[in-house]
Each structure stands twice: as C-alpha cells, then as structure tokens.
C-alpha cells in the first residue's frame, strides 16, 4: 500500500523557537494533504488542509500565522510551528489521500515536546 | 454536516473475551467507513473499511458491516489478544478526501 512518511518522528524544542515537521508521500502524488493534532486520550483535530501550488485551508480556531503550511510539491507538505509555546505540545498526524486506492494514508505521526 | 459517534471507553477485557466497539455515523451521502487503530506512540493504520452498504471489513479476526438502515459500523472480533491493545477509531469519508473521526475508544486486554 501506499506510505506517508514523517519527520522528524519526535521534537524536544524551547519556548519561542520555530519547529518544521515534514509530511512525505513516498510512492504517490498528493495534491493534497491533511494535518491533524491530536491531544492525548483525545481523537484527531482537522487543522488544516494542505494544498499544492496554492494556499492552506484552515479550519476554524487554527491560527494560520502560527501553524504555517506549505505544500511545496506533490510529495511533501510542510508545518511549521512558529514561536512554540508549551501548550502546542502535542502529536501531529499529517494524512494524503491515494486517489487510485480511494482511501487515506497516515504518517506515522511528530511529537513535539515545548519546553 | 457528517460526523461519527463511537462508544466511550475505556474498555477492558480478559484475552479471548467477544469485543463489541459501537459506531454510528451521520452523513447526507454515501459515505465510505473505516476503522483505524493507533498503538501506544504509533500513527493511525487502517484496520478494515467499507464502502458502501451492506459490504463488510474484515482484517485480523476483526470484523464490522455496513449498516445503512441503522446508519452504524460497530466492530467486532470473537477473541481479543493481548495484542490488540490499542484506541480504535471510526471515521468516515465523504469521497471529498475530508474524514471524521470519532472520539476513539481504548481497549486494553489482560491476560
């Protein structure tokens, strides 16, 4: 099947610096991606939707100068947690979508840990 | 708009005991079920899915049926492993790429 990599797979940073997570198709064209956080004990938050050669759709609540996304080519989508605060400590889960499979593909998931 | 309700956890069993995991779902469509699992410090893995009524996901003795007339996915397995610890998750898709999830549901088996 179909494999959606990530990295780096856990991130220990302080307060205030900026963090990139990676989000890699590695055997298929995403025109699209997604980027989920998820809590613990919690399910998984839509927080935005990663869009090839255009602009990211964020869901509602999700401060888009903060969680800056760019989806640089087919095969990677980018987050960038930018001046992280304790409180953005989470998982974030990025998915792409296998046209030809109908079905979506996760990455294995990023834990940050903001000090 | 589309959503999925899964039963709370979390739940409990002793190996080999039946597990029931209920779903059900909201959706002005036809949507496609799935069912992911997540292992402590792992991503999501597509556990089985559905996609249209009737049909029934099967994968690793887990099994849950399309039910259009109860709009419900529940997932069952005859005798859980210690193994199959882990937060089970509902979601739907609504062919648009977009899924929703449910709150997931933990399960822990004892020995």
Request: hydrophobic share 35%; proline share 4%; with cysteine.
């Given at each position: ?19 990139k ?20 004990k ?5 927080m ?16 888009k ?19 992280a ?6 998982f974030y ?6 046209a ?16 | ?9 979390p739940?409990?069993l ?18 496609s079920l ?16 559905a ?22 996915f ?7 492993q210690?193994?199959d610890?882990?937060v ?5 898709s ?11 549901t933990?399960?822990?088996?004892i020995?």
């Amino acid at each position: 099947g179909a494999v959606v990599s990530q990295h780096p797979s856990r991130v220990i940073c302080k307060s205030g610096t900026s963090v990139k997570i990676e989000c890699r198709s590695l055997d298929f064209q995403a025109t699209t991606m997604f980027w989920y956080r998820q809590f613990p004990k919690q399910s998984l938050m839509l927080m935005a939707t990663s869009n090839e050669g255009s602009k990211a759709t964020y869901e509602q609540g999700v401060e888009k100068d903060k969680f800056l996304i760019n989806h640089a080519s087919l095969t990677l989508s980018t987050l960038t947690v930018t001046s992280a605060h304790p409180e953005d400590s989470s998982f974030y889960i990025c998915s792409a979508p296998e046209a030809g499979l109908g079905e979506q593909f996760f990455g294995p998931g990023t834990r940050l840990t903001v000090l | 708009g589309d959503s999925v309700t899964q039963m709370e956890g979390p739940v409990t069993l002793s190996e080999e005991a039946f597990l029931t995991i209920n779903c059900t779902y909201t959706a002005t469509g036809y949507p496609s079920l799935f069912w992911y699992v997540q292992y402590p410090g792992e991503g999501l893995q597509l556990l089985l899915k559905a996609t249209k009524a009737d049909d029934k996901g099967s994968n690793k003795g887990f099994e849950a049926t399309y039910r259009k007339e109860t709009t419900s996915f529940h997932l069952e397995k005859g005798s859980v492993q210690v193994s199959d610890s882990a937060v089970y998750f509902c979601a739907l898709s609504d062919h648009g790429n977009q899924f929703y999830f449910g709150t997931g549901t933990s399960l822990t088996v004892i020995p």
